[in-house]
């Protein structure tokens, strides 16, 4: 078969400048597949493999366990520093994620394929997998008629994955570059942690309580302002539907929370613009197009915790609809400022009353007559925007962490591409 003998990575350490190109070999050749079975159910703990934290346990991950524990015999033994690919597509891994087991033994599906280096020393291969090289064969080797959201191959087929392989030195001299990337970023993502937990304390703080009529924190100029004032929602604003018994073609699920337009959609504290497919308009809906300062609540949910989430829109927008997950609240900017309801509405004191009014069993519907009747309590136009004003300053050093990842991210996306020679040079590999 032919083989390009140049096979070697844009970029190269200085030490290995003059060494042997590298070559292509099949997983099998250098790691095992793993079939030991849970006999007996001797272990209990079950893992599972997600394409963004990797393999965990999956109660820890679900909150729950997924898997009838009192039958696990069939369930593969996976023990640390063992990989696994989980065939589920999914839009971070289009065809399914391939991860090293970091956490300890247990059980893992027996729709996962689990396998072991023979080398104990195989990072290099655990940053190979979050590559694309792979992805192609497994495209060619899939069927393609399989489950639209699961790769269907068999597991000797993916033991055949071709693989790159170079001198164990070189291997470990790019593993360890890219883990101290790796590390970078983990420590900057736990910083971003910090201040997330951080924003949330301060907002607990900075509202009052459900039986207080001032916070407890305060800013030293409204010490002397007296009671926050009590409003009822319905007296200061009024609500309005979404787009009845129509659905929109995709919508994004950020935050755990819905909030989708025609074309808009809306996350937790951010604006994203996605145009959708064209709908038909009923007249009587256009009344409903949404404005600036409109806050919009979950109405309904499979999960109790995301009915009532809110957004507020502090962008113009043109030609934009609420559909049926969610209602409108259009309020009065003169009691209520946009800037402090972005905020107010996601409190704890608010989403207590709104998981509180939520009813269903399979699922959960906020009535927008009873949300209505909560009662708020709100200080002075110029309180309200020393709140927001603070709690804004607070969201832009988060955006500034979160652009700060994301350029790390990019930065090693960037770097593995030379560290890692293009499978595709070579027409046939052995």
């Known amino acids: 078969m032919k083989k390009n003998n140049k096979l070697v990575p844009r970029l190269r350490f200085q030490e290995f400048k003059n060494s042997p190109s590298w070559t292509i070999i099949k997983l099998n050749s250098v790691a095992d597949k793993i079939t030991e079975r849970n006999k007996n159910n001797s272990i209990s703990k079950v893992f599972t493999n997600s394409a963004i934290n990797g393999v965990v346990d999956q109660e820890d991950y679900f909150d729950r366990n997924i898997a009838n524990k009192n039958n696990l015999s069939s369930y593969f033994i996976i023990k640390k520093g063992d990989y696994v690919y989980n065939p589920r597509k999914s839009t971070l891994a289009p065809f399914g994620p391939i991860s090293k087991n970091k956490i300890g033994t247990g059980v893992m599906s027996p729709l996962y394929t689990i396998f072991r280096f023979k ?18 064969y497994i495209e060619n080797i899939s ?10 191959i068999t597991s000797d087929n993916f033991m055949n994955m071709p693989i790159l392989f ?26 971003l942690e910090v201040l997330k937990k951080y924003k949330k304390a301060l907002m607990q703080k900075l509202f009052p309580s459900e039986d207080a009529s001032i916070p407890e924190l305060r ?19 009024e609500s309005y539907s979404g787009l009845t018994n129509k659905n929109a073609s995709h919508f994004i699920d950020d935050c755990n929370a819905k909030y989708i337009t025609y074309k808009s959609i809306y996350d937790c504290d951010r604006i994203n613009i996605n145009k959708l497919k064209d709908v038909f308009i009923e007249e009587g809906e256009k009344q409903n197009l949404v404005q600036y300062g409109d ?20 962008d113009e927008v043109s030609n934009t609809y609420l559909n049926s997950f969610c209602f409108g609240f259009r309020y009065d900017f003169n009691i209520l400022l946009p800037e402090f309801a972005r905020y107010y509405f996601r409190s704890n004191y608010i989403r207590k009353y709104t998981y509180i009014l939520s009813q269903g069993i399979t699922r959960f519907n906020l009535s ?15 309180e309200q925007k020393k709140i927001a004003d603070c709690l804004d300053s607070i969201d832009s050093i988060i955006d500034s962490q979160i652009k700060k990842i994301d350029n790390l991210i990019k ?3 960037a770097l593995m591409q030379g560290l890692f020679p293009d499978m595709d040079s070579i027409e046939e590999y052995e």
């Open 143 to 152: 069927n393609t008629g399989a489950r639209h959201d699961r790769i269907t």
């Open 119 to 136: 080398n104990e020393n195989n990072d290099f291969y655990e940053q190979f997998f979050l590559t694309n090289l792979w992805h192609k």
């Open 295 to 314: 806050a919009f609540f979950t109405i309904s949910s499979e999960t109790q915790d995301e009915v009532g989430l809110s957004s507020v829109l502090l």
């Open 411 to 413: 930065h090693k996306k």
């Open 166 to 191: 170079s001198s164990e030195e070189e291997q470990q001299k790019i593993a360890d570059c890219l883990a101290s990337i790796d590390e970078l970023i983990d420590a900057e993502k736990r910083k």
């Open 219 to 237: 800013f030293a100029e409204f010490k002397d302002s007296g009671e926050w004032e009590n409003k009822k929602l319905s007296d200061i604003g």
């Open 368 to 382: 927008k007559n009873k949300f209505l009747e909560i009662i708020i309590k709100i200080p002075t136009i110029k």
